[in-house]
């Protein structure tokens, strides 16, 4: 199991809620549907438009994600 860096997923969880923040400072818990829709058009998720709370990745989506998690939030990475 991949050993992740808590600050930088903080970090990025932040900056995220910001870049999608509205009124000075007024950000939806929800992800951003745009995104979502762009995601499952690129075949990363399933269909995102339904009444679940959550999405499911597709096999494509598990690996792009997962490389990209470990660039960006990896212990690992980050000392080499």
């Known amino acids: ?3 992740y860096d808590d600050k930088l997923i903080e970090d990025t969880v932040l900056a995220l809620l910001v870049t999608f923040s ?3 400072g007024n950000s939806w818990k ?4 745009e995104v979502m829709n762009r995601l499952h058009e690129l075949g ?3 269909d995102p438009v339904n009444k679940n709370k959550s999405i ?3 096999e494509e989506g598990l690996e792009r994600g ?5 660039r960006l939030f990896s212990k ?3 000392a080499e």
């Open 44 to 46: 990363f998720i399933q």
């Open 22 to 24: 509205f009124n000075r």
């Open 76 to 78: 690992k990475a980050q």
């Open 1 to 3: 199991m991949m050993e």
């Open 56 to 58: 499911w990745l597709t």
């Open 30 to 33: 929800g992800y951003d549907f």
């Open 66 to 70: 997962g490389q990209i998690a470990h």
